[in-house]
T-cell receptor, first 112, second 113 residues
Framework: DTAVSQTPKYLVTQMGNDKSIKCEQN?????MYWYKQDSKKFLKIMFS???????INETVPNRFSPKSPDKAHLNLHINSLELGDSAVYFC???????????FGPGTRLTVL | GNSVTQMEGPVTLSEEAFLTINCTYT??????LFWYVQYPGEGLQLLLK?????DKGSNKGFEATYRKETTSFHLEKGSVQVSDSAVYFC????????????FGSGTRLLVRP
C-alpha cells in the first residue's frame, strides 16, 4: 500500500492555466506538507498543515493555495501558472510536526 | 540564516568503493541533522539522523557523525552497491516552533558494477 500518494505524476500545461495537484496519505498522520524542488534540485518547504490548520506558510505567491479537506488530504491549487512554476512538487506527512516526514513520489509540473 | 551545503554530484563509483558525501551547515543553535535518500521514481526516505553533537546516525551500512566544531554531517559507507544509486539529501531541522526542514541541493550517486 502506498503511504503518501500524489496525482498526477506528470503535469504539462500552458501558461495562464489553473491546475491542482492532489495528495493523500494513509498513515493516519496529522500533519502534511508541500515542498517545491526547483531545477537546481533545491527542495524548499511551501506549506504545512496540522489537523487541517495552516501552520507554515513560506513566502509563496498567493497564486498557490493549499486546501485540506480532511487530515488525510492536502491538495495544492495553482492559479495563472507561470514558467517559473515548473518544478517537482513533493507532498509529505508526519505524526506531529517534529517527527519523521514521509514523502510522496513527486509531481513534475512543466509550464509551457 | 540556516542553510545546508552539499558537494555537487554526480558521484560515480565502482561497486565496493568507499563513499563520502560532504555536508556542512549554517545554523543558529543546535539543529537536528538528517540524511534522506531518493531512489529513482520514488519520494524521499529518511536514511539516518543525529540530534546532538557527536551523535552518530547509521542505517543500511551508511553512517554520519554530527560534528559541531566543523558544522558538518558527512555521509559515509565503506562498500557501496549498485542498489545504492540514488540522490542523497542532507537536511537540518530548524529548532523553532515550526520544526522546518532545510534541505541541501542533493548529490546524485551512481554506482557501476
Amino acid at each position: 500500500d502506498t503511504a503518501v500518494s500524489q496525482t498526477p505524476k506528470y503535469l504539462v500545461t500552458q501558461m495562464g492555466n489553473d491546475k491542482s495537484i492532489k495528495c493523500e496519505q494513509n498513515l493516519g498522520h496529522d500533519t502534511m506538507y508541500w515542498y517545491k524542488q526547483d531545477s537546481k534540485k533545491f527542495l524548499k518547504i511551501m506549506f504545512s498543515y496540522n489537523n487541517k490548520e495552516l501552520i507554515i506558510n513560506e513566502t509563496v505567491p498567493n497564486r498557490f493555495s493549499p486546501k485540506s479537506p480532511d487530515k488525510a488530504h492536502l491538495n495544492l491549487h495553482i492559479n495563472s501558472l507561470e514558467l517559473g512554476d515548473s518544478a517537482v512538487y513533493f507532498c509529505a506527512s508526519s505524526q506531529r510536526i517534529n517527527n519523521e516526514q514521509f514523502f510522496g513520489p513527486g509531481t513534475r509540473l512543466t509550464v509551457l | 540564516g540556516n542553510s545546508v551545503t552539499q558537494m555537487e554530484g554526480p558521484v560515480t563509483l565502482s561497486e565496493e568503493a568507499f563513499l563520502t558525501i560532504n555536508c556542512t551547515y549554517t545554523a543558529t543553535g543546535y539543529p537536528s541533522l538528517f540524511w534522506y535518500v531518493q531512489y529513482p521514481g520514488e519520494g524521499l526516505q529518511l536514511l539516518l539522523k543525529a540530534t546532538k553533537a557527536d551523535d552518530k546516525g547509521s542505517n543500511k551500512g551508511f553512517e554520519a557523525t554530527y560534528r559541531k566544531e566543523t558544522t558538518s554531517f558527512h555521509l559515509e559507507k565503506g562498500s557501496v552497491q549498485v542498489s545504492d544509486s540514488a540522490v542523497y539529501f542532507c537536511a537540518l531541522r530548524w529548532m523553532d516552533s515550526s520544526y522546518k526542514l532545510i534541505f541541501g541541493s542533493g548529490t546524485r550517486l551512481l554506482v557501476r558494477p
